[in-house]
């Protein structure tokens, strides 16, 4: 059978893909670019926003439209979310398989029989769904690990915890081994990533136990990444080993989602500002040319434009790198949809985002002008043939472009006033 196979969202879901790609070719079946070639198509969705649901819901019209005659199948979030009713909105489905059980659809394209159309996850369940090693990652030098799955955070206005489950841990040994995999194909870059990361431990330790373990077994990985991380993950240990060990990167993605204390507490985030500003100095401090980006949530119920300009103040105290702004929208089933008031206007969430992406330009554009004519060392991962240009990473997430280089290659050059242009300009 020939299956075709995308995902929409987040970094877990492509890891996911790619692991049902390697499932598949590993039984024999054909994984087809082309989705007018597939007698099976394979979405896994995502539901973190209703935009996001929409897209995916979206998605598998149109690639059922291309391809009628194809078996199609919808898997994870909206799955979970939607239930029964998804086959009302996508009345051609054949199967909707939530965020675990995802090997059935191995059986699909074995043309075996399922025990149900619908299949959906126990959220209290705490087994981590093994869906088999990767070996490969698209061809790319850069490869995503996945170590944990579900959170049982339960912030205000995260569907997440509900489509996703309680938090399980992926076997120590089976993320090392796969890592291992990728290493002996090429790739270098390694990106831990996780629904929440920060929550993996094990009968051996916590998340820095496990970094340490990944460095100390693989001593020729290029690179080791967070893909995102939370403020518990910054304790003195982490600090001690992003300090040692020059290959954990120096780039940490961690959620702010607002910079005002109230609008924390009725998120139900686990810190407030004073603490949050106090360990980002704590790394700065001890760590040189570190970077942080962050997401932030605006918008949110009964935000005042006194403390959106909290937020606003505190983004640049901070100093971030990087910021992912989105406007507040509900999410039917969690505490902010049944307990608080969307009260703040389309029109009045969508300045502010304006307003937090010009402070983040502004932001990121200092940062690079203090790096001009600096050395920084890259890893080369894309061709631009249009204009003869390589594109590389640096550890710190700056993208520079070189000339008469390969993919794969790890490259010294210098940050020039385009390549600031160029970062300032482009969202990665």
Known sequence: MNVYLTFLGCKVNDYEVEALKASFLKAGQKVVDDVKEANLILVNTCDVTEVAKNKSLKTLRSLHKLNPKAKCVAMGCIVEDLKE????????????IGTKGR???????????LEAKLMLNDKTNRTYEELGHIATFKGHVRAYVKSSDGCDKFCTYCIIPYVRGRTRIRKREDIILEIGQLLSNGVKEIVLTGIDTVAYHDEKGDLVSLLQDILETYPNLYRLRLSSIELATLSDEFIALLKKDSRLCRYLHLSLQSGCDRILNLMHRHYDTKTFLARIKKVREEVEDVSFATDVIVGFPSESEEEFEETLNFVKEVNFFKVHVFPYSERKGTYAQRF????????????????????EQCLRENILSKMLLKEVEILIESYDAKNDIYYGMSDNYIMLGVKNVHIGDIVK??????DIDFNVKVRF
């Open 340 to 359: 608080l008031k969307d009260d703040i206007s389309k029109e009045l969430k969508k300045a502010r985002v304006h307003a937090l992406l010009n402070v």
């Open 413 to 418: 050059t210098k940050i020039t006033q385009s």
């Open 103 to 113: 090997k059935e659809v191995l059986k699909i394209a074995q043309n075996e029989p």
């Open 85 to 96: 009713e998804i086959f009302t909105k996508l009345p051609f489905l054949d199967f909707a």
